[in-house]
């Protein structure tokens, strides 16, 4: 450091031609140039990834064209994403466009292609593309290039990797998990303000560059610092080997920066440990004794087992259990001793003694046994299930089904009572699907499964039989640990094309549930929360929704006939090609539901809440709807012959199309011998067809056309009688 002073000549032993010049008019490169350059690394970035991710959503929204599988890779991909995220499993697609699989498989390949060729570029040459169209570029302070590691750091890990992982942390743990639009603001901040922290220090060297110990200079002349607040113009330039020296020198020269020198030296990177020769003979020993313990445990562990008193003791029950001379009351304790007993034997074992017994004592026995096992007797009792759920439905003598009525009554107790009991060990998700937990009459008394208030999360039961069962209030439906709803963690229950005939859900919680194709009928769902589940093509004919929470569910295809949905919620509900006739949905909120092509023939949706939402091309002949609110509802095409649309609000409604023949508007008041109503009828209620366009509504009356005109609505008509 001795070498530089304050009014210093050129150094001797410098060469001028062969080292970079550091002049006093040379300054760093300007922060405009350098925020420039990182804005265009961060766009290409940005623009690798959201530009073939949105292509390809716009792609797959395409209905007409073929759809594949999700590729492997894709679907590992977005899973991994969605957790981390926080996203919604209903927003993954699993069936895509052939051209979507390769614009959404571009967008995980071009960033990581690019990423490379980035850290490479940058390493090699100092320079990414933005920055070498910008003049600027990246060296080591011993005045080398950056070499792959120091790039790594400097990118990898200090420019992007650090202030992304700070923004994720902030993200989750203050409050604002899962918005994701948050989430990349807090990530776009962190990345401006790593990059801003050169602002803090005179050689402009941000947080990423005393990480990797590198620095920016100007590509042509090599300036890294701005000396001309201590000379003056005229003074002699000062010859410099590296920037090291540079900004070393710097630092002598009344604390114009601080500089941190990398204490591991240029070649840090390049040092290798060597095993050495006891090193390896340590190693070596290791791996021997390694072989040699597996070598024992084979050899000596069948012999020791022996003498074990745990398998001694399953021996000597097994042999009670078997032993026809014992007394039916001691092999009795025999299995309730083996229900205690650590042993992966014993749950199969006890599994098939149900399938071979009648005795009311011994299957009593046998349940107490299996419900201490917990959930690892699950798998075998599900096996016995189905086995005896299919020799069930093939026998038809009486007499025959009997005993497998009373072995399917045990074994169903069994899983209630696993399902109560062990709520705490329960594994995730618990796997019910496929069997018979229905109603059964016969054997010892009635089966019915109840399960009222009972926390069901998470359960899957596809196909399985549950009609009549009780489930009042329980929870098919869990938040999950973040206890954010509609995230990846969430617990949900899936039911679909399970069998639920006459079961009470009244005040369950089904939201976020799948019930795809699932049989409701009749059942009881009053108060019960069904918020965003998915009951595609189910059957809830005859059921009872009073008051229930339907909103954005997807009812697409289902059946609802004669269903009561008093009061019910369905705000912005999915009902197209419902079938509704005939329903009573009284007093309902369906603002913004999609009824396009339903058919709620006879239904009653009387002073329903119908604002914004879709009834195009829906049949709704003699329905009643007086006192409903249709504002700006969308009833192009709709069938509404026969309908009572007394006192209707309709401001706003798109009727180009509909059908209004025969449809009630008002009770009669006699037309005048010009068929148009000679007096005012009561408007006590207010002119809802004010400013309605009924230009465009097929088949009216003279009667409902008098009514519409003196209410204000628009129509051809009502300018012809003005005329005359």
Not at 640 to 656: H, N, P, T, Y
Request: aromatic share 4%; hydrophobic share 45%.
């Amino acid at each position: 450091m001795s070498a530089f002073s304050r009014r210093q000549p050129p150094h001797p032993e410098v060469n001028s031609a062969d080292v970079p010049v550091l002049s006093l008019a040379q300054s760093v490169p300007t922060l405009g140039r350098r925020l420039l350059a990182w804005s265009l690394e961060v766009t290409i970035v940005a623009a690798s990834v959201a530009g073939p991710l949105y292509l390809g959503g716009k792609l797959n929204q395409t209905t007409e064209a073929p759809t594949a599988d999700l590729t492997p890779t894709l679907t590992v991909a977005q899973t991994t994403i969605a957790k981390s995220l926080g996203l919604s499993p209903r927003s993954l697609p699993e069936k895509v466009t052939p051209l979507t699989n390769v614009l959404w498989s571009a967008s995980l390949g071009l960033p990581l292609v690019l990423a490379i060729a980035h850290v490479y570029s940058m390493g090699r040459y100092g320079r990414s593309w933005p920055k070498q169209w910008l003049g600027v570029q990246v060296l080591a302070l011993n005045g080398k290039m950056p070499g792959w590691r120091r790039a790594l750091m400097r990118e990898g890990l200090g420019k992007w990797g650090g202030p992304l992982v700070a923004a994720y942390g902030v993200w989750q743990f203050s409050g604002a998990f899962p918005g994701v639009v948050i989430l990349g603001g807090l990530g776009l901040l962190a990345l401006v303000g790593e990059s801003l922290t050169g602002l803090g220090n005179r050689p402009r060297r941000p947080w990423h560059d005393w990480l990797a110990g590198t620095c920016v200079v100007d590509q042509e002349t090599g300036a890294i610092i701005r000396l001309s607040s201590l000379w003056n113009e005229e003074a002699d330039p000062l010859p410099v080997r590296n920037p090291r020296e540079a900004l070393a020198w710097a630092d002598t020269q009344g604390g114009l920066t601080s500089v941190v020198l990398n204490p591991m030296g240029p070649d840090w990177g390049h040092t290798r440990m060597r095993p050495s020769g006891i090193g390896l003979g340590l190693g070596l020993l290791l791996v021997l004794g390694g072989l040699a313990g597996i070598g024992s445990y084979h050899l000596v562990g069948p012999i020791s087992q022996v003498d074990d008193p745990e398998e001694a003791l399953y021996v000597n029950l097994v042999s009670t259990l078997t032993n026809p001379e014992i007394d039916a009351a001691a092999q009795r304790a025999a299995v309730l001793a083996l229900g205690n007993l650590p042993d992966d034997r014993v749950a199969p074992l006890l599994v098939d003694l149900i399938a071979q017994t009648e005795d009311p004592q011994w299957l009593d026995a046998l349940q107490q046994a299996l419900v201490s096992r917990g959930f690892e007797a699950v798998p075998y009792l599900r096996r016995l299930n189905q086995s005896l759920k299919v020799d069930f439905a093939m026998q038809s003598d009486p007499a025959l089904r009997q005993p497998l009525i009373i072995r399917l009554q045990t074994v169903n107790r069994i899983l209630a009572k696993l399902v109560v009991l062990n709520h705490g060990d329960r594994p995730y998700p618990l796997n019910l699907s496929d069997l018979h937990l229905g109603h059964l009459v016969g054997g010892n008394g009635d089966f019915t499964l109840v399960l009222r208030k009972q926390d069901l999360s998470g359960t899957q039961w596809q196909g399985t039989v549950l009609n009549r069962a009780q489930l009042q209030g329980a929870q098919f439906y869990n938040p999950g640990e973040d206890n954010h709803p509609d995230t990846y963690d969430d617990r949900t229950a899936d039911l679909s094309g399970a069998d639920l005939t006459d079961t009470d859900l009244t005040s369950a919680n089904l939201s976020l549930s799948r019930l795809v194709s699932v049989s409701l009928l009749r059942a009881t769902l009053n108060n019960a929360d069904l918020t965003l589940a998915n009951l595609t093509r189910a059957n809830l004919e005859q059921a009872r929704l009073i008051q229930a929470d339907l909103s954005q569910a997807q009812l697409v295809e289902a059946r609802l006939s004669k269903a009561d949905l008093t009061e019910a919620q369905l705000q912005d509900a999915n009902l197209e090609a419902a079938r509704l006739s005939g329903i009573n949905a009284a007093g309902a909120k369906l603002s913004g539901a999609m009824l396009r092509g339903a058919s709620a023939q006879s239904s009653n949706l009387a002073d329903a809440n119908l604002t914004n939402a879709t009834l195009e091309n829906a049949d709704f002949t003699g329905a009643r709807l007086p006192g409903a609110n249709l504002r700006g509802a969308n009833l192009s095409n709709a069938i509404l012959k026969d309908a009572d649309l007394r006192d209707v609000w309709l401001e706003g409604a798109d009727l180009q199309g509909a059908d209004l023949a025969g449809a009630i508007l008002t009770a009669p008041e006699g037309p005048s011998e010009r068929d148009f109503v000679a007096e005012v009828p009561d408007l006590s209620r207010g002119n809802q067809l004010a400013g309605v366009d009924f230009s465009k509504a097929r088949n009216l009356g003279p009667e409902q056309l008098a009514f519409i005109c003196v209410q204000g609505g628009i129509h051809p008509a009502c300018d012809l009688s003005v005329q005359e």
